[in-house]
């Protein structure tokens, strides 16, 4: 199981999409769950999104309806669909693999994040 990648942060302006990706080889086969975070400068870390092996995904309350969770498992790699982006998602955005429930065999991993900037 390697270490996640991240990619697909940017500067876009307010109202605007991004499409985040998280590449994990290994992320299928160790049966992983994922997870997003986030943190804005000078603030803590949060929590943002997650799924799980058998694709039961979760979010913040902060971005339910605008953010949106999948995965393509022949490709290792989870993605966050971002619209309506407001400022306040500012952020650099991190994934996480851990431990996907039974049968997992999963490491704790974090990639080393993504900078999106939402900005006129």
């Known amino acids: 199981q390697a270490q996640p990648v991240e990619s697909g942060g940017g500067l876009v302006q307010p109202g605007g999409s991004l499409r985040l990706s998280c590449t994990a080889p290994?992320?299928?086969?160790?049966?992983?769950?994922m997870a997003w975070y986030r943190q804005a400068a000078g603030k803590q870390r949060e929590w943002v999104s997650g799924i799980s092996p058998f694709d039961t995904t979760t979010y913040a309350e902060s971005v339910k309806g605008r953010f949106t969770i999948s995965k393509d498992n022949a490709k290792d790699t989870v993605y966050l669909q971002m619209n309506s982006l407001k400022p306040e998602d500012t952020a650099m955005y991190s994934c996480?693999?851990?431990?996907?429930?039974?049968?997992?065999?999963?490491?704790?991993?974090w990639g080393q994040g993504t900078q999106v900037t939402v900005s006129s």
């Open positions: 290994g992320f299928t086969s160790n049966l992983c769950a």
């Open positions: 996480k693999t851990m431990f996907g429930g039974i049968g997992s065999n999963c490491q704790i991993s």
